[in-house]
């Protein structure tokens, strides 16, 4: 039974792991009604409450991570230009 629980739970393990993502571009637009970023890709990410939204303009860089939830790319931290 032992053996069962731990590869089910390394199975969830890996599972939460392809959720999570990290990327890099361009801010397109920001959307301060929504709480969202639009990259120069096209993706949009989903800001939290805490994140400083005055701070970010569009043309600025990022580097985010974020997890995917219910179908939405959630910023979960984010790196910006000095």
Do not use: C, W
């Amino acid at each position: 039974m032992r053996i069962l629980t731990g590869a089910v739970f390394a199975t969830l393990l890996s599972a939460t792991a392809a959720l999570a993502g990290q990327t890099e571009g361009h801010i397109k637009k920001i959307d301060k009604d929504t709480m969202t970023m639009t990259l120069d890709d096209g993706k949009s990410y989903k800001l939290n409450a805490e994140m400083d939204v005055d701070a970010l303009k569009p043309g600025m860089d990022v580097v985010i991570a974020y997890d995917v939830t219910d179908g939405q790319n959630i910023v979960t931290d984010m790196e910006l230009p000095d």
